[in-house]
T-cell receptor
């Protein structure tokens, strides 16, 4: 049981380039989330999904796109990278039901846009 | 979503008990209080959650007064490895309600 995995761990992009950040969870969780964290700041929600085929915008969705074709995968797409998107990106998932609001986070992807 | 206020930073010596208080004056009836811990270069990790009174697990205790407008995370006998950022969150216990993270409290444990 690997939990939440993210690839790549680190990436450097040039302005205007595109890339996809991968996120996979093997816990059969319905809910998945993408956050970004700028230096010294808390996490900001980009997009989230309550199940396969369903996605919703979070606090800072501009410049990003997501898809959820399977329960396991929730990729985040950057179409035209900008320096303001330099950040650490965390993917998280949560199961259905239970008493605890427990989100499991991946190790993060560090992105540098130059 | 209820807004939370917590100290930006705290320092403590090893072996001491650390109490981090979080204010959430507009907490709703169905909201739960949850604390996460984040080490450098890692994603946040769930510590403890509560609705009222006191909750204790192997890592920490959470004290919630009757009016629920604040809560206190208590870490017993901290060690250097407890140096991290601690986030207080207030939200419905539902996956449909994503967690909103503030800046958290940066705890530095000193030898």
């Amino acid at each position: 049981n690997a939990g939440v995995t993210q690839t790549p761990k680190f990436r450097i992009l040039k302005i205007g380039q595109s890339m996809t950040l991968q996120c996979t969870q093997d816990m059969n969780h319905n809910y998945m989330y993408w956050y970004r964290q700028d230096p010294g700041m808390g996490l900001k929600l980009i997009y989230y999904s309550v199940g396969a085929g369903i996605t919703d915008k979070g606090e800072v969705p501009n410049g990003y796109n997501v898809s959820r074709s399977t329960t396991e995968d929730f990729p985040l797409r950057l179409e035209l990278a900008a320096p303001s998107q330099t950040s650490v990106y965390f993917c998280a998932s949560r199961g259905w039901g239970g008493l605890e609001e427990t989100q499991y986070f991946g190790p993060g992807t560090r992105l540098l846009v130059l | 979503l209820a807004k939370t206020t917590q100290p930006i930073s705290m320092d403590s010596y090893e072996g001491q008990e650390v109490n981090i208080t979080c204010s959430h004056n507009n907490i709703a009836t169905n909201d739960y209080i949850t604390w996460y811990q984040q080490f450098p270069s890692q994603g946040p990790r769930f510590i403890i959650q509560g609705y009222k009174t006191k909750v204790t697990n192997e890592v920490a205790s959470l004290f919630i007064p009757a009016d629920r407008k604040s809560s206190t995370l208590s870490l017993p006998r901290v060690s250097l490895s407890d140096t991290a950022v601690y986030y207080c969150l207030v939200a419905l216990n539902s996956g449909n309600t994503p967690l909103v993270f503030g800046k958290g409290t940066r705890l530095s444990v000193i030898a």
